[in-house]
């Protein structure tokens, strides 16, 4: 049984496909997941892991934290830590906390990311071409490869991009990360 917010992101998506009047076998072509895949998300059966959503959000062109937004509880000033959504990938264990969710009127947002020990996450396409991040590392080690291009990042390193390519995110066995990303 899915939690409330899964079961809210389920219908989002099908809501989002039938928006732009798309078959499943259309979305599966615009995202290269399987249909079977697909129906299972938006009933609920299943709850897509990262590397899906971001194919998904790819094939829609949002960034993965609008979609989260559009099924979150509505925009708040304050957001109290217990307030702040979480999301983890049940393949992965990686775990997504949306510390300042994305607003009406605000421009960016910012996240924070747990990738445990010898996890590797890959996006082939960018949600939203060009958008500028900014990754600060708070603890444990990763490697970020933007573009074809490798970065190795410890706890206090920032790097900062903007998004135009395929990005993938990869630990050692030995060691996790956890990082704030903002979006602007």
Known sequence: MLDNLSNRLATRLSDLRRDRAWSLEQLAEHSNISRATLSRMEKGDVSPTAETLGRLCAAYGLPMSRLLMMVEDSFAPRVPFERQPEWRDPE?????????????????????????????????????????????????????????????????????????????????????????????
């Open 92 to 184: 992965t264990g990686f775990m997504r906390r949306s510390v300042s969710p994305p607003a009406t009127g605000l421009s960016g947002e910012v996240l924070e990311g747990h990738l445990p020990p010898g996890t590797a996450i890959t996006y082939d396409t960018p949600p939203k071409p060009g958008q500028e991040h900014h990754l600060i590392m708070l603890d444990g080690a990763l490697t970020l490869t933007v573009d074809g291009v490798t970065h190795d990042l410890r706890g206090g390193d920032c790097l900062r991009y903007h998004l135009s390519g395929p990005t993938r995110f990869e630990t050692t066995p030995a060691r996790g990360a956890r990082y704030l990303l903002v979006l602007i």
